[in-house]
């Protein structure tokens, strides 16, 4: 399979990087394709075992090839059939395709086999956690989590530029744009306050006073912006 999709790697290259990333103290995640060119049952078998015998963490991902892929441009080279040019679908998060051996039915079958057994392992990490029982690598696990989520949800619903406060005199512009967060999201208002923190440290984020109120801007290069960004 690497062969035919021309990856370029072998097996043993990839065990060899999950060791250096370890030796290194480096948290590994690999990610695996599932409905590649010639994928059969016996195929997504061999992937989850090698998957498990890395003992790290992983994902699925669909096959989607795009316009102007070899596979796409050369379809009869390869024993796969592209079943829809509806570009939303092209995600990665459901099947688009199919082989002589492997429906769609039967990839996705496959994938959320692997989706309820990984929920109730992570329920279980939550619990874990919840007690203070976790391990180190399962506490950096839940708190990347949380932090992803949040920081995924402070830029999808764009709630920095949305966020103005009345300037109080003495008070903490960073201890006011977190508090906001927080109620906005819902999430710890210490947790919140650490990310918000982050984004002003790392220069990000920015405020500018006027009228009265304080207004926040994420920076365009946080080395040369000091205005907020047009758009």
Known sequence: MLKLIRKGITLDQARHAVKCCRDADIMPHASFMVGLPGESKETLEETA????????????????????TTVREELEDYDIEILTDDWSRYDANS????????NPEEMKAFVDEYDRNNEDLWKQTLDRHRQ???????YL???GYRKMN??????SEDIIEEISCKIDNGADPV????????NRT???????????????DAGYVRHERSDGT??????????????????
């Open 132 to 138: 203070g029982t976790c391990s180190d690598r399962e």
């Open 150 to 155: 949040l920081v995924y949800k402070v830029l």
């Open 175 to 182: 201890m006011l744009l977190s508090t906001a967060v927080a």
């Open 214 to 231: 304080l207004r926040y801007y994420w920076t365009h290069n946080k080395d040369v912006d000091t205005l907020p960004i047009a758009f």
């Open 95 to 102: 099947p688009i395709v199919k082989t002589s051996k492997l």
């Open 186 to 200: 819902g999430t710890d208002e210490s947790f919140t306050y650490n990310i918000i923190k982050g984004f002003f």
């Open 141 to 143: 696990l839940v708190e």
């Open 49 to 68: 075992r090698f998957a498990n015998d890395l003992n790290i963490a992983y994902g699925y991902h669909f096959f989607a090839p795009f316009p102007g």
